[in-house]
């Protein structure tokens, strides 16, 4: 590991041994080691936006686990509360600006990172749509990778650009970063359209509605992670799961070598970029026009 392309924090770690995937031997201090690493990639998909954030204080064995969007006790102040200006009065949400906000967040146990698809600077334009691939059982990789490519294929047309990711859990992510313009209901019913145009072409392929009874076989095309308020896992974001899996930004040009969505993790990931050193998401915002 190269320390020069790590960064550096002053916020200190209590119990930096305690471990947060025992199996994997992941600490926190693992944890925030594996962030400093990351943290040049993963910055434009975390600061300044709304989080949703999965704490399990006593790692990802215990039964512990706090799905929070709001202040907990004893929070580090590179956490910042934000009021939501469509709920002022409501309960805050939270938001971290640099690296000492990104390892606050370890030092509480946030073991996913979940943000909104926008920044605070014009929360109600949304500057990314994401399209979650989730698979049902008896689905083959290859086939999610094929619907990835599919979903690629529509954006374009659109003369929208697409990215993908794997989830680190069970499937992929397909986001297209958008230039803040249209807003959340507009942006929704895009994706929702998208969805359904997939399931009507290719019906025995695709779902584009949540019902769990005729999953097997198919892949649920989840366009719900575009409406206000909603989130999905961050690029470079561990995931609480055996293994220590994380949501890793892919080449499209590599997706066919990638071996399934929880093939990158905390132990193999700082290493890869290591070796290739090029952000196959470095064009992100730049590829970014408006939906129209
Ligand atoms: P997979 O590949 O397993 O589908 P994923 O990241 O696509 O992984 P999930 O981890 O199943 O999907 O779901 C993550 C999203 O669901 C979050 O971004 C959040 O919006 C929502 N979510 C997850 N856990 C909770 C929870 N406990 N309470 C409310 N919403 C949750
Ligand atoms: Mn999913």
Do not use: C
């Not at 979650?132 to 047309?157: I, N, S, Y």
């Not at 659109?158 to 499937?171: D, E, H, P, Y």
């Not at 989840?222 to 896992?233: Q, S």
């Not at 293994?243 to 093939?263: F, I, Y």
Request: glycine share 6%.
């Amino acid at each position: 590991m190269s320390p020069s392309n790590s960064q550096r924090s002053d916020v200190s770690l209590t119990h930096p041994d305690r471990l947060y995937w025992p199996d994997e031997g992941v600490t926190k201090q693992g944890l925030a080691d594996y962030y400093a690493e990351v943290w040049r990639f993963m910055a434009p998909y975390l600061v300044n936006r709304p989080l949703a954030l999965l704490r399990l204080p006593d790692g990802i064995k215990s039964h512990q686990r706090f799905f929070q969007k709001h202040a907990w006790k004893g929070m580090n102040a590179h956490i910042e509360e934000i009021a939501d200006p469509q709920d002022a009065d409501g309960e805050k949400l939270l938001r971290i600006a640099d690296f000492d906000g990104l390892v606050a967040l370890v030092q509480s146990a946030v073991l996913e990172i979940h943000p909104w698809g926008t920044t605070t600077d014009h929360w109600e334009k949304p500057d990314m749509i994401t399209m979650d691939l989730d698979p049902g059982e008896d689905v083959a990789w290859d086939a999610v990778t094929a619907a990835a490519l599919d979903v690629k294929a529509r954006l374009e047309a659109r003369g929208l650009a697409a990215f993908v990711k794997t989830s680190g859990g069970k499937g992929l992510h397909v986001v297209t970063p958008l230039a803040p313009k249209a807003g959340w209901t507009e942006v929704k019913d895009f994706a929702h359209s998208l969805a359904e145009s997939m399931a009507a072409d290719a019906p025995e392929k695709y779902l584009a509605t949540a019902t769990k009874a005729k999953r097997g076989g198919h892949i649920y095309i989840d366009y719900l992670r575009n409406g206000r308020g909603n989130t999905a896992v961050a690029a470079y974001s561990t995931r609480a799961r055996p293994g220590a899996p994380v949501s890793m930004p892919l080449d499209w040009r590599e997706l066919h070598e990638v071996t399934g969505p929880a093939a990158f993790t905390l132990a193999n990931v700082p290493q890869r970029l290591q070796i290739r050193p090029s952000d196959p998401w470095g064009d992100f915002f730049a590829a970014a026009v408006p939906l129209d």
